[in-house]
């Protein structure tokens, strides 16, 4: 079991910035690929972000392609969604997630995901 709780969500104004963080507990994160998602207020959840488990390959959709970036210290079994140019549009309730998958495309789907934390809300203000 993988127990992960995400931190660092708030309120921000449009070009400023977040840094959301992903606590992991139970198991060595490692041996896990990690996964950001989004989900907004009436839309489905999305894909943000994906890391491989020692941070080699990452893999980025195209809405925060160049404003955001994904990393992740497994000293700390914590990873990390550094947010910049932030837009009204990036509000949502922003979820980390651990896989065991290992091919870079297998980290955008959810169903290659097993353990999800609670999310935390961003919210972005014009």
């Known amino acids: 079991q993988v127990q992960l709780v995400e931190s660092g969500g708030g309120p921000v104004q449009a070009g400023g910035s977040l840094r959301l963080s992903c606590a992991a507990s139970?198991?060595?994160?490692?041996?896990?690929?990690m996964g950001w998602f989004r989900q907004a207020p009436g839309k489905e959840r999305e894909f943000v972000a994906g890391?491989?488990?020692?941070?080699?390959?990452?893999l980025y959709a195209d809405a925060v392609k160049g404003r955001f970036t994904i990393s992740r210290d497994n000293t700390e079994n914590t990873g990390f969604l550094q947010m910049n140019s932030l837009k009204p549009e990036d509000t949502a309730v922003y979820y980390c997630?651990?896989?065991?998958?290992?091919?870079?495309?297998?980290?955008?789907?959810?169903?290659?995901?097993?353990?999800w934390g609670q999310g935390t809300q961003v919210t972005v203000s014009s």
């Open positions: 890391i491989s488990g020692i941070g080699y390959m990452t």
């Open positions: 139970g198991r060595t994160i490692s041996s896990y690929g």
């Open positions: 997630a651990a896989t065991r998958a290992i091919a870079r495309l297998a980290y955008r789907p959810e169903q290659s995901y097993s353990y």
